[in-house]
């Protein structure tokens, strides 16, 4: 069985595309992570009543963020995909974030990507594209998504599709 935390990303830098694997779909209350040692997604939890993830959920494969997990993205699609898919997206941004446990704070960023077969978004270009209320209630999900776990999230930056490639370039694993 192929582990998916290490299938190439394919980064495409000039194209600002790569993959990524959903780990959660937009729209549900259950988390799920992908255990690399079993190659299964595991469910990790379950959003209280009136809480859902607002877009699909997964990461890049073959990067390493600060928090020592493979970088996070969030997928703008026409319908949530399939846990476990793989899927083609185009980077439209970041929002770079910092989460704190206790005295421990690491950087733990979100790409933002549009799918590439998406018809729904496919004028989405940059996070400025979504509007500056959007943005907000995806930042209040996670400082509340954070909140539930004990931890605080706090937003440094919304940046554009650039910063997203340099972040996977910064984050790749050999």
């Known amino acids: 069985m192929t582990d998916l935390a290490v299938i190439p990303h394919q980064l495409d830098p000039a194209g600002r595309t790569c993959r990524v694997v959903i780990e959660t779909p937009g729209g549900r209350r259950a988390k799920y992570d992908y255990d690399r040692t079993e190659g299964t997604f595991m469910l990790a939890a379950l959003l209280p009543e009136g809480m859902s ?4 959920f997964g990461f ?6 600060e928090d020592g997990d493979p970088l996070d993205v ?3 699609f026409d319908e949530p995909c399939a846990v476990g898919a793989v899927v083609h997206v185009r980077l439209i941004g970041v929002i770079e974030a910092e989460q704190s446990e206790g005295e421990r704070t690491v950087r733990n960023d979100r790409l933002l990507a549009v799918a590439a077969v998406s018809r729904l978004y496919a004028q989405v270009r940059t996070p400025d594209d979504l509007g500056q209320e959007y943005l907000e209630n995806l930042n209040a999900f996670w400082r509340q998504y954070n909140l539930l776990k004990g931890k605080r999230f706090a937003v440094k930056a919304v940046r554009g599709a650039d910063a ?3 972040a996977i370039k910064a984050g790749g694993r050999p």
């Not at 993830?53 to 699909?56: A, K, Q």
């Open 164 to 166: 997203a490639v340099a």
């Open 74 to 76: 969030l997928v703008l």
């Open 53 to 56: 993830f607002p877009l699909d």
């Open 60 to 65: 890049v494969p073959s990067t390493l963020g």
